[in-house]
T-cell receptor, first 114, second 112 residues
Framework: GNSVTQMEGPVTLSEEAFLTINCTYT??????LFWYVQYPGEGLQLLLK?????DKGSNKGFEATYRKETTSFHLEKGSVQVSDSAVYFC?????????????FGSGTKLNVKP | KAGVTQTPRYLIKTRGQQVTLSCSPI?????VSWYQQTPGQGLQFLFEYFSETQRNKGNFPGRFSGRQFSNSRSEMNVSTLELGDSALYLCASCGQKNTEAFFGQGTRLTVV
């Protein structure tokens, strides 16, 4: 079946520190991979995506590379800001069927201190 | 382009009552899916509708149901509410050729 595992939080960093949030997946087909971010009291916002192996998704300084050999899609940012404090969700969808059924990880809360 | 609109934003209901939540997708999107988010279970898929037909269903009891109208707006209904139904309910819309889904802000349901 399809599933996503991501590192437990919370992750607490100082401003300008390097961020890595680990995400691994299990999939029966060839999934598309996503990172979504959720700010307090809000819904989910797409942060970045990758639709095939070796693709790199990037947005707002965040990056993640689709690694089929390690079934991973780790999120990285070189220098975090206080405004990056939020909960981050790794997710996959199986485009063989449709893009609108997602399997989410448990979420990782990021706290960035000034 | 307007985003995904969910109404109402907040609801408080009593155990045993029923509730209906609404989701208006992005214009032109025909697929709407629903998710339940709780601190204990995380984000769980409820069901997905495309062109008024349910295409996928998650592992939830029959008290959870939904429908989609010809204008792609979707509703989900929960009958005989239980305390454990307290959650943030999110909907997501997706276009036919898109490779991503767009989420609404959610409806926060509290059952007392």
């Amino acid at each position: 079946g399809n599933s996503v595992t991501q590192m437990e939080g919370p992750v607490t960093l100082s401003e300008e520190a390097f961020l890595t949030i680990n995400c691994t997946y299990t999939a029966t087909g060839y999934p598309s991979l996503f990172w979504y971010v959720q700010y307090p009291g809000e819904g989910l916002q797409l942060l970045l995506k990758a639709t095939k192996a070796d693709d790199k998704g990037s947005n707002k300084g965040f990056e993640a590379t689709y690694r089929k050999e390690t079934t991973s899609f780790h999120l990285e940012k070189g220098s975090v800001q206080v405004s990056d404090s939020a909960v981050y969700f790794c997710a996959l969808s199986d485009p063989t069927y449709n893009f609108n059924k997602f399997y989410f990880g448990s979420g990782t809360k990021l706290n960035v201190k000034p | 382009k307007a985003g995904v609109t969910q109404t109402p934003r907040y609801l408080i209901k009593t155990r045993g009552q029923q509730v209906t939540l609404s989701c208006s997708p992005i214009s032109g999107h025909r697929s709407v899916s629903w998710y339940q988010q709780t601190p204990g279970q995380g984000l769980q898929f409820l069901f997905e509708y495309f062109s008024e037909t349910q295409r996928n269903k998650g592992n939830f009891p029959g008290r959870f149901s939904g429908r989609q109208f010809s204008n792609s707006r979707s509703e989900m209904n929960v009958s005989t509410l239980e305390l454990g139904d307290s959650a943030l309910y999110l909907c997501a819309s997706c276009g036919q050729k898109n490779t991503e889904a767009f989420f609404g802000q959610g409806t926060r349901l509290t059952v007392v």
